[in-house]
Nanobody
């Protein structure tokens, strides 16, 4: 069973930046797709960024141009650099990963096999 642990969340003023990280218990170079979702209380989970095994990245329109997803294989971590944060970015952010032999992700919305517990981001 793969464990994912997010970190880096917190409170920031609008216009500020945060960097989220997700550390996996298994080597991330084996993933076919990793990404970030976010969810507000009572709302649906929104896929906001994904990166596939080839390094291709995908973003939701709501974060495009402001957020950057990346992988650090040496540190076995997935990162999300969030700039120009807005109040509407306030949510719980979750890391997801899949270790399938096929099926590269092609959008920010992907059905991951493993999820982290989430990290809260609050923008005021």
């Amino acid at each position: 069973h793969v464990q994912l642990v997010e970190s880096g969340g917190g409170s920031v003023q609008a216009g500020g930046s945060l960097r989220l990280s997700c550390t996996a218990s298994e080597y991330i170079y084996s993933t076919n797709c990793m990404g970030w979702y976010r969810q507000v209380p009572g709302g649906e989970r929104e896929g906001i960024a994904a990166i596939n095994a080839n390094g291709s990245t995908y973003y939701a329109d709501s974060v495009k141009g402001r957020f950057t997803i990346s992988k650090d294989n040496a540190k076995n971590s997935l990162n999300l650099q969030m700039n120009s944060l807005k109040s509407e970015d306030t949510a719980m952010y979750y890391c997801g990963a899949s270790y399938r032999a096929f099926g590269l992700c092609s959008s920010a919305d992907y059905a991951y096999d493993y999820w982290g517990q989430g990290t809260q981001v609050t923008v005021s």
